[in-house]
């Protein structure tokens, strides 16, 4: 398995702009996260879905976030519109049940300009 | 709410020294930890966990030890290479929930 694949690795945009990010987790694996990692806030959870359905989004900074999780193998996270203290390293995870940890993808950093 | 966090953000040693990285829980309902490895650009990597019903567990090279009476989560790194400099998280997650609550992390450096 090729892992928690996220695209795209870099995106710089300007303020203003739609900001899409995306996941694919493992296969097989019915739980996603979304997290965002910031070096004052450490990693945070945004949002969390079970067999595709949001479960938790608590953790959604403002109406400007939104994140859809379409079929089993695919994820989105939107911001639209994007300002510039939205800069940060967006990671993706799957998991398998609730007894174990989770399968982080390798992120995507956000800049917005 | 309950976190997870960290005595030390940094901790630096000497190559084939052992490393110790301490984490301490506040949620006493926490049944489940994990230590996750950061390099630069990565994503988090498992390396090891423990359930509550066990107090230390072994893999290759590392050691995690899990104190519940004073809510501490230790990871003890044998004989540390130059690769295992990264940082450092302990997760900490409650069988209420499947969600992980991480620590702030600890950088460990590795002088040669």
């Known amino acids: 398995d090729a892992g928690v694949i996220q695209s795209p690795r870099h995106e710089v945009t300007e303020m203003g702009q739609e900001v899409t990010l995306r996941c694919k987790p493992i296969?097989?694996?019915?739980?996603l996260f979304w997290y965002r990692q910031t070096m004052m806030r450490g990693l945070e959870l945004l949002i969390y879905f079970n067999n595709n359905v949001p479960i938790d989004d608590s953790g959604m900074p403002e109406d400007r976030f939104s994140a859809k999780m379409p079929n089993a193998s695919f994820s989105t996270l939107k911001i639209q519109p994007s300002e510039p203290r939205d800069s940060a390293v967006y990671f993706c995870?799957?998991?398998f049940g609730q007894g174990g940890g989770y399968t982080f993808g390798s992120g995507t950093r956000l800049t917005v300009v | 709410g309950e976190s997870v966090g960290l005595h030390l953000p940094t901790l630096s040693v000497q190559e084939g020294d052992n490393s110790i990285i301490n984490c301490a829980y506040s949620n006493s309902a926490s049944d489940y930890f994990i230590w996750y490895k950061q390099e630069s650009g990565k994503g988090p990597q498992f390396i090891i966990d423990i359930r509550s019903n066990m107090d230390k567990r072994q893999g290759q090279r590392v050691t995690v030890l899990l104190n519940k009476t004073v809510k501490h989560l230790s990871l003890q790194i044998a004989a540390t290479q130059p690769g295992d400099s990264a940082v450092y998280f302990c997760?900490?997650?409650?069988?209420?929930?499947?969600?992980?609550?991480f620590g702030g992390g600890t950088r460990l450096m590795v002088k040669p």
């Open positions: 997760a900490e997650k409650n069988n209420a929930g499947n969600m992980l609550t």
């Open positions: 296969s097989g694996h019915n739980s």
């Open positions: 995870a799957s998991s």
